[in-house]
Every structure is written in C-alpha cells, then in structure tokens.
C-alpha cells in the first residue's frame, strides 16, 4: 500500500524564489519543469540551468522524506533489511 501511495504521489521542489518548479512522482521520477519567464535571461543561461538543478534536487529530496515518511516504519518493523546483524 505504501509503495502505491508513493508511486502516485507528486511532490515538488522550487528554486530562485519559485521561478523554476520542478515535479517528481513518489519514486523520484521527473514529471515537469516550469519557469517562470522572468528567470529567463539570453545572457546568463548558466544561472537558469543552476535554478532547474536546485529545483530538481530540492523535489527529490520532498520524495525521498516522503519515501521515509511511508516506508519507515516497514523497514524498521523488519529489523532494517530483516537479516540478523544488519
């Protein structure tokens, strides 16, 4: 069930403010950029394309503390990986 509800889940992540939003699915699979048009300058692309990482990164990072968040508790109920010693 867990698995589902991350599998179905969007997350997002913003950088520069909100100029550039990026949205992930649960499993941390890209599902969109927007940019806000004032981001856009012809003379420094290089600022852009750090604001699209940073929103990128900051969305994976929404789905990996909801993959916690979901799986946690089944991971920790099975003794970590459910093998003695790990």
Not at 48 to 58: G, M, P, Q
Request: proline fraction near 5%; glycine fraction near 16%; avoid cysteine.
């Amino acid at each position: 069930k867990a698995q589902a509800e991350l599998a179905e889940a969007e997350l997002t992540g913003t950088a520069g403010g909100g100029l550039v939003t990026a949205t992930v699915s649960g499993s941390g699979e890209l599902k969109g950029i927007r940019i806000d048009p004032k981001a856009v300058d012809p003379e420094d692309v290089e600022t852009l394309e750090d604001l699209v990482v940073a929103a990128i990164r900051n969305a994976n990072e929404a789905a990996r503390d909801l993959t916690e968040q979901k799986m946690g508790p089944v991971a920790g109920g099975m003794g970590g990986l459910g093998i003695p010693g790990f």
